[in-house]
């Protein structure tokens, strides 16, 4: 059943659903029904009303695990920026729906997006990392069955969900055959473990994530020691046998493994997503060595916070560069030309082919091993990549810091969030103000992360300029990542779910509030102001002000808001003009534009704004002046010092 996106549920209340049950829709490109049959769902609800009602039900067990996640959850957005909070809530408990879909799509083009969600990709990673770690410390086998405790425990904290479940048993099972050391032991047992989930489900053949978790661990039992032998027989015959085994257990374990699961996964990946990532063999290299670093000094920094949180947040500015640069080399390969191929409806019989040539060649051994005997290349001394790891990390936090640092100017944003508005405004000694924050969590999130200090996630001020709920849906959840000192509040509190929402956590917080009054001016420092022009039951409309630049923010406007206004007579000309209500012809008259007289004019909209907006009257009426879209050129950024403006956009 699909709800309010702001109602939270948790587990063991009880609810009461109305909305009419259907069957779920199936075409030539993807079966909804199949892919809901396969978990035991048989019917949805397309939007449903759902009320909590009194009592408690569930295990409290489960709860407890339930109630960690959440804590956990918000604790990593407490410790980290987006978006690397949002690839971290991924990674460590299997949440990936706080990346943006830009953001998504990049990890998919590159062939990184493995690294997201856990999947049994992941888990074998995963465990690889706790054998690593145990194994030093007591012994091969008993590390062993500590990582196998490990994982069932995290596999129960991250929801134990049938994916999950899967990717932990086909992990596990990947673990007990490189243990046992014997290939055909790991086949066969690979073998049984999939013919019994297919007798208690027999959908499962055909889901994605049962394929890639088959085959992803059939590649790790197949080509993990033949790749391993290769790299030891590469490396010792340029250094010593000593730097050699020194180098090889961290290169098998997080390096090889990765390559071993790609090789088999690869014929899936291009049958059912129609895409193959020519870059993916490029990228991985260099983001898969920083994982472990991501995985263990991240899922440290939770685990330190749930106990002390500021050694917590420590650990966290330690493991921020790491998936800074995780992000930054994804975004880096994904603007690679052609660098992903769409294949369309790709045949499975390729794929049967490929699996056929493959298994083929695989098992004539001997010359498989001749094959990585005969292979050379240099590979670089291990303590020089450690050390110019270390010296990338900690640049790129100098290189964060410095860039998110004041510069003296004023800095007037307009955040891409589409049919709506979201504006940061940062003063010149360094004071962040957020004006609205748009439909989408996840793209507010992500967009502040960018640009906030990481060592000062908070605002100085929230400006309510709009009550309207796609003008503040994103708010809710984002004012827990990012909570403001101050709020100035024009509107009707009652006009919307997540105005509401927003009302009680301000509240809860203890968060001063200050209701919005016509001619009222904030002082924002070093002489930068906002002024409210007027207020009306819609919201407000915002004059920000430095020396001699003025940028007009009618985010709540109205029809009676322009005639009080005269048109913006009573205001004069403006440098910056947003344009109000995403280009709706009524709240952007010819009279209002041509009396503002504005250099340039902001416009806020989605691609293919579903009402048809910006409305071609409003086209009209702002002919002729310089114009940009967020929709075209994504965010817009103006710096100023007072007399002259830079305009920067994220798309030309």
Do not use: C
């Not at 920026?81 to 943006?100: C, K, R």
């Not at 899922?299 to 493991?319: E, K, N, R």
């Amino acid at each position: 059943a699909r709800v309010d996106v702001n109602e939270t549920f948790h587990y063991g209340e009880l609810l009461r659903l109305r909305g009419s049950l259907r069957t779920p829709p199936s075409d030539e490109d993807f079966s909804y029904q199949d892919y809901l049959a396969r978990e035991g769902i048989l019917s949805y609800m397309p939007t449903g009303e759902a009320t909590v009602l009194p009592g408690q039900r569930g295990n409290f067990i489960v709860a407890a695990v339930y109630a960690l996640k959440e804590k956990s959850l918000a604790s990593i957005y407490h410790l980290f920026p987006d978006p690397e909070a949002s690839l971290l809530a991924g990674i460590l408990l299997g949440v990936d729906n706080g990346l943006t879909p830009e953001l998504q799509d990049a990890f998919k083009n590159t062939g990184t997006a493995h690294i997201i969600a856990i999947s049994g990709f992941n888990i074998a990673i995963i465990a690889a990392i706790f054998v690593s770690i145990f194994s030093r410390a007591l012994g091969q086998r008993r590390g062993a069955v500590l990582a196998i405790i490990a994982i069932a425990f995290y596999t129960f904290l991250v929801g134990a969900d049938a994916a999950v479940v899967r990717a932990a048993l086909m992990g596990g099972l990947s673990l007990f055959a490189r243990q046992v050391g014997r290939r055909n032991f790991g086949l066969n047992t690979l073998a049984i473990v999939a013919f019994i989930m297919a007798i208690f489900n027999p959908l499962i053949i055909w889901d994605v994530g049962f394929q890639l978790s088959f085959f992803a661990t059939l590649g790790l039992i197949l080509y993990a020691e033949p790749l391993t032998a290769w790299a030891s027989s590469l490396i010792t015959h340029f250094t010593s046998t000593e730097t050699a085994q020194k180098i090889i257990p961290p290169l098998s374990d997080f390096v090889l493994l990765t390559l071993a699961a790609q090789i088999t996964t690869l014929p899936i990946m291009a049958y059912q997503f129609q895409r193959i990532s020519l870059v993916s063999l490029i990228a991985n290299p260099f983001i898969l060595p920083v994982q472990p670093a991501v995985m263990i000094i991240g899922g440290l920094a939770l685990l330190l916070s749930l106990v002390y949180f500021p050694l917590g947040q420590l650990a966290a500015w330690i493991a921020w560069p790491f998936v800074e640069y995780t992000i930054h080399m994804v975004e880096l390969f994904n603007q690679i030309p052609h660098g992903t191929i769409l294949l369309g409806n790709f045949s499975i019989w390729f794929a049967v082919l490929f699996y056929v040539t493959l298994l083929t060649m695989t098992f004539n051994w001997s010359r498989i091993k001749e094959f990585f005997a005969s292979l050379t290349t240099r590979v670089r001394n291990l303590s020089l990549i450690t050390i110019l790891t270390a010296l990338f990390a900690l640049s790129l936090l100098i290189w964060r810091s410095t860039f998110t640092a004041p510069d003296g100017k004023l800095h007037v944003t307009f955040l891409n969030v589409g049919s709506s508005n979201a504006v940061l405004i940062q003063t010149p000694s360094g004071r962040a103000v957020l004006v609205n924050g748009g439909p989408s969590t996840s793209q507010l999130s992500d967009e502040l992360g960018r640009r906030l200090p990481i060592f000062r996630r908070k605002l100085d001020w929230l400006i309510i300029g709009s009550t309207d709920e796609d003008q503040m849906a994103a708010l809710p959840r984002v004012l827990d990542r990012y909570p403001p000192d101050n709020v100035l509040w024009s509107g009707n509190v009652q006009a919307s779910y997540s105005a509401r929402q927003v009302d009680v956590w301000l509240a809860d917080h203890n968060t001063f509030v200050t209701r919005a009054e016509a001619e009222q001016k904030l002082d924002l420092g070093d002489g930068a102001s906002i002024e409210v022009q007027s207020v009306g039951p819609r919201g407000s409309v915002l004059l920000v002000q430095w020396k001699d630049f003025r940028a007009l923010l009618p985010i709540g406007v109205s029809a009676d808001t322009l005639e009080s206004l005269e048109y913006g007579n009573v205001i004069g000309p403006v440098d910056v003009l947003l344009l109000a209500d995403s280009g709706y012809a009524a709240t952007n008259t010819v009279d209002w534009v041509q009396n503002l007289n504005p250099k340039l004019i902001v416009l806020s909209v989605a691609a293919g704004d579903p009402n048809g907006l910006p409305d071609q009257e409003t086209m009209d009426a702002v002919g002729g002046y310089n114009l940009l879209r967020t929709d075209r050129n994504g965010w817009i950024s103006i710096a100023t010092d007072g007399i002259k403006m830079d305009v920067n956009v994220e798309r030309k």
